[in-house]
C-alpha cells in the first residue's frame, strides 16, 4: 500500500481552491477523462487531479456502480479533491468509500446521494472528519477494517475475513465485505487478511469515543 502524503502549504491549498473555482465556473482548465472511462478530472498544481466535471450540471462520475470506490490515483495523477456536483444527475448510489489521501471533499451529500446507507472511509483521515462534521453523513459511517462495526479492528474481525476466504463461514453481507476490503482494491484477499492481522495485533482502536488511535498504518 503506497504511503498517503500532503505537500499542500496551506497557501497552496487557497490557490488551488481558487484554481477549482475557475474551473467550476469558466471552464478555462482542461477538463480530461480517465483512461477507464469512470471519471472527469482536471489538474491542480501541475499533477494532482481533482474530480470535476467543469461545471455544475454534469457528474465527473461516468459509470454505473452504485457502490463507487473514489480513486486514490488516476491515470496516475493523486486525487486531491473531488468537487460539490461529481455525482450531479447520478441516480441511487448506497455508498461511497474515499481513499486516505483526499484533502478537499466538498460534494452536498444530503443532495447529491440522498440514498446512500454507507460512507466508507479510514478512520483519522480528512473524510472521516469531513463525515463526523456532516449531519447527513455522521450515522452513515463505517470504517475500512471493522467488519463487524463494533468499534474496533481486531481478531474478530480477522477472523470472519479469514473464515470467508477458506469458505467455512456463512457469506458476508454487502456492508461488512465492504469494509473487509482495507486497500480498497474491489477485492477481499489475503491482502487485506494481511493488513487486518497486522492491525489486530497492534491493539489499535478504531472507535468513535477515542481519536487517540486509528486504524491507519503503513507498512513501507
Known amino acids: 500500500m503506497k504511503r498517503p502524503y500532503v505537500k499542500l502549504t496551506a497557501l497552496s491549498v487557497v490557490v488551488s481552491l481558487l484554481v477549482l473555482f475557475c474551473v467550476n465556473c469558466f471552464a478555462e482548465i482542461p477538463i480530461y477523462t480517465s483512461s477507464d472511462r469512470l471519471?472527469?478530472?482536471?489538474?491542480?498544481?501541475?499533477?494532482e487531479a481533482?474530480?470535476?466535471?467543469?461545471?455544475?450540471?454534469?457528474?465527473?462520475?461516468?459509470?454505473?456502480?452504485?457502490?463507487i470506490i473514489i480513486p486514490a490515483y488516476i491515470?496516475?495523477?493523486?486525487?486531491?479533491?473531488i468537487s460539490q456536483f461529481a455525482f450531479a444527475r447520478v441516480d441511487g448510489i448506497s455508498s461511497i468509500s474515499v481513499?486516505?489521501?483526499?484533502?478537499?471533499?466538498?460534494?452536498?451529500?444530503?443532495?447529491s446521494t440522498p440514498d446512500m446507507s454507507g460512507y466508507?472511509?479510514?478512520?483519522?483521515?480528512?473524510?472521516?472528519?469531513?463525515?463526523?462534521?456532516?449531519?447527513?453523513?455522521?450515522?452513515?459511517?463505517r470504517y475500512f477494517?471493522?467488519?463487524?462495526?463494533?468499534?474496533?479492528i481486531d481478531l474478530s474481525d480477522y477472523a470472519l475475513i479469514k473464515n470467508y476466504l477458506d469458505g467455512s463461514s456463512n457469506e458476508l453481507e454487502a456492508d461488512q465485505l465492504r469494509a473487509a476490503?482495507?486497500?480498497?482494491?474491489?477485492?477481499?484477499?489475503?491482502?487485506?487478511?494481511?493488513y487486518i492481522?497486522?492491525?489486530?495485533?497492534?491493539?489499535?482502536?478504531?472507535?468513535?469515543?477515542?481519536?487517540?488511535?486509528?486504524?491507519?498504518?503503513?507498512?513501507?
Open 39 to 47: 471519471w472527469l478530472y482536471s489538474l491542480i498544481n501541475g499533477d
Open 99 to 111: 481513499p486516505q489521501g483526499i484533502v478537499h471533499n466538498g460534494i452536498d451529500y444530503a443532495q
Open 145 to 152: 477494517g471493522d467488519v463487524n462495526s463494533d468499534a474496533k
Open 75 to 81: 491515470d496516475g495523477h493523486k486525487v486531491f479533491g
Open 197 to 220: 492481522n497486522r492491525i489486530a495485533n497492534s491493539g489499535m482502536h478504531v472507535g468513535n469515543d477515542d481519536d487517540s488511535h486509528y486504524a491507519i498504518i503503513e507498512w513501507g
Open 181 to 194: 476490503d482495507y486497500d480498497a482494491d474491489t477485492s477481499v484477499d489475503a491482502f487485506d487478511l494481511f
Open 120 to 141: 466508507f472511509c479510514y478512520k483519522g483521515t480528512s473524510a472521516d472528519t469531513f463525515a463526523k462534521q456532516n449531519e447527513f453523513l455522521s450515522s452513515k459511517i
Open 50 to 67: 481533482f474530480i470535476c466535471s467543469g461545471d455544475n450540471e454534469n457528474s465527473a462520475y461516468l459509470g454505473e456502480d452504485k457502490d
